[in-house]
C-alpha cells in the first residue's frame, strides 16, 4: 500500500537488525515495511548495528532500504563499562533512551519529523522521551504484563519462582514510575496483549491491542504432508528457561505416552533448564522420545519445521511469539497454553490453545497432553490444521501487521491536512 502523503517518520529501534529474529527482526522490519509504504524513514538505533546494517544496504536485495536514512548512538563506554552480554541490559537500555533524545532533537532540527514511532524495546514499564520532540509518539506494539497461573507458576524450581515475583514487583513499581506516566499522557500507546493493555491503563495510559510481529510467508516451503510412520513429531524450539515451560511439555508427553500415543518431542536451544529437563525426562522413562539439539541457526531451524508436524510452545507469559508464525509458515499447527501472545496467535484453525486459566498444575498438564493425543490420533485432523497454520501465515505478512496500526495513523493525519484547508 501506497499512502497519498508521505509521513517523515523517526523510528526508534534499539535494537534493529538484518537476518535476526526477536527484537533485532522486529525493529528491521518494521523499517523497511514503513519504506514500501512509501514513507520517509529515519532509524536511529545503536552503534553497534551499524555494521550489519551497511552490509545488508551494501548487499541491495531490498530495495527499500535505499529509502531508508539511519541514525546511530550508544551510551559512552566509561558510562557503560559495567555492561556485558546480557548483564546490566535493562539499565543500559535505559541511559540509551536517555542519550538518544540529544540525536533526535539534532536530527529533527533538520528533518522535521511529522511522527515518532518507539519500536523496540518492546517494554511497556521502559519510558521513550522522544515525545520531547513536540510531535506525535507511537509508543510499542509494547509487551511484558503477561504472566504465567500461579498453579503453572509453582512448578517452576525456587530460582526461576523468585525472579518471576521479581519481575511481578517490577511489573507494580512502574506503576508509579513518573516518567513512564508521562510518556503515557503524550503517547499513542499500542500494547502486544490485553494483559500488557490493562497495565498500561493502570498506568494513566489509553491504547489498544495489535501484533508487533509478522513474517514473510512467502519465503517458506509450505509442506501439507503429515508424517505417516514413526508417530507424531513434536519440535519446541527457544531458550530453555524454566517461564518458557518446557518441564511441562516434558511431562505433556509422559503423561500421553501412557496412553500409547506414538510421540516424539526434539527439543532445540539452550539454557539453564536443560540438564534439569533431561533429567526429568530420564525420570519420566521417555528419554528414548526426546531429542535434544544445540542452537541452530535460521535455515537449520527451518529444516527442523520442515521434518515435524506440531510445534509444542507451552510458554507461561510470551508476549508475542515469532518461532509460532514460523511454524505456521512451515504448515505445523501449534499446541500451546491461552496466555499471553500464543493464546491470541493460536485458535482451532491452526492448533491447540489450551485453556488453563483455573486449572491447577496436574489438570494443565493432562489438558496438554490431550491436545497432543487429538493431534495425534487424526492424520486428517493436522493436515486440516496445517492448511489453516498456513492460512495464518499469509494474513500475518510485517506489511499486515504495520497496517494494522498505520492505516489508522494515516488516516488521521489526511483528516488533520484537509480541515487545515
Not at 255 to 281: D, F, H, N, Y
Not at 297 to 326: A, K, M, T
Amino acid at each position: 500500500m501506497k499512502v497519498e502523503k508521505p509521513l517523515r517518520i523517526l523510528l526508534s529501534a534499539y535494537a534493529c537488525e538484518p537476518g535476526k529474529g526477536s527484537e533485532p527482526g522486529v525493529g528491521w522490519n518494521w523499517a523497511l515495511s514503513l519504506a514500501r509504504r512509501g514513507h520517509q524513514v529515519w532509524v536511529i538505533t545503536r552503534t553497534n548495528n551499524r555494521e550489519a546494517i551497511e552490509h545488508a544496504v551494501s548487499e541491495g536485495k531490498q530495495p527499500e532500504l535505499a529509502k531508508l536514512n539511519w541514525l546511530y548512538y550508544d551510551v559512552p563506554k566509561w558510562a557503560s563499562w559495567w555492561k556485558k552480554g546480557g548483564r546490566g541490559v535493562h539499565l543500559y537500555y535505559a541511559l540509551w533512551q536517555r542519550g538518544v533524545l540529544g540525536v533526535a532533537l539534532r536530527a529533527h532540527t533538520k528533518s522535521q519529523f511529522d511522527l515518532v514511532h518507539h519500536i523496540t524495546f518492546g517494554v511497556w514499564r521502559q519510558p521513550c522521551y522522544l515525545y520531547k520532540l513536540g510531535v506525535p509518539l507511537i509508543f510499542g506494539p509494547v509487551g511484558g504484563g503477561e504472566a504465567g497461573t500461579k498453579y503453572l507458576l509453582q512448578t517452576l524450581p525456587l530460582k526461576d519462582r523468585l525472579k518471576e515475583s521479581l519481575r511481578a514487583f517490577v511489573n507494580w513499581m512502574a506503576l508509579f514510575n513518573p516518567f513512564l506516566r508521562t510518556c503515557f499522557k503524550h503517547a499513542y500507546s499500542v500494547s502486544k496483549t490485553p494483559e500488557t493493555a490493562s497495565w498500561v491503563g493502570r498506568a494513566g495510559g489509553t491504547t489498544h491491542v495489535s501484533f508487533e510481529i509478522g513474517i514473510d510467508a512467502s519465503a517458506f516451503k509450505f509442506n501439507s504432508q503429515v508424517q505417516q510412520t514413526g508417530g507424531m513429531r513434536c519440535l519446541f524450539a527457544g531458550r530453555m528457561l524454566g517461564w518458557k515451560g518446557i518441564h511441562l511439555a516434558i511431562m505433556a508427553i509422559a503423561k500421553a505416552k501412557q496412553q500409547e500415543c506414538k510421540i516424539s518431542l526434539t527439543l532445540v536451544g539452550r539454557g539453564p533448564m536443560l540438564m534439569q529437563v533431561g533429567e526429568l525426562a530420564r525420570m519420566l522413562d521417555i528419554e528414548n522420545q526426546i531429542e535434544f539439539i544445540d542452537w541452530l541457526n535460521q535455515q537449520e531451524l527451518f529444516q527442523q519445521y520442515r521434518v515435524h508436524d506440531v510445534l509444542l510452545f507451552p510458554s507461561l507469559h510470551d508476549s508475542s511469539g515469532n518461532v509460532i508464525l514460523e511454524a505456521f509458515a512451515h504448515g505445523l499447527p501449534v499446541v500451546c497454553f491461552k496466555l499471553g501472545g500464543p493464546g491470541v496467535l493460536v485458535d482451532d484453525t491452526c492448533g491447540r490453545a489450551v485453556d488453563v486459566t483455573d486449572d491447577d498444575s496436574e489438570a494443565a498438564i493432562a489438558k496438554l497432553a490431550s491436545a497432543l493425543i487429538e493431534l495425534s490420533d487424526s492424520q486428517d485432523l493436522r493436515k486440516t490444521l496445517s492448511e489453516g497454520a498456513r492460512r495464518r501465515a499469509e494474513r500475518s505478512t510485517w506489511d499486515a501487521t504495520t497496517a494494522a496500526i498505520y492505516d489508522v495513523i494515516e488516516s488521521d493525519f489526511s483528516k488533520a491536512t484537509q480541515s487545515k484547508k
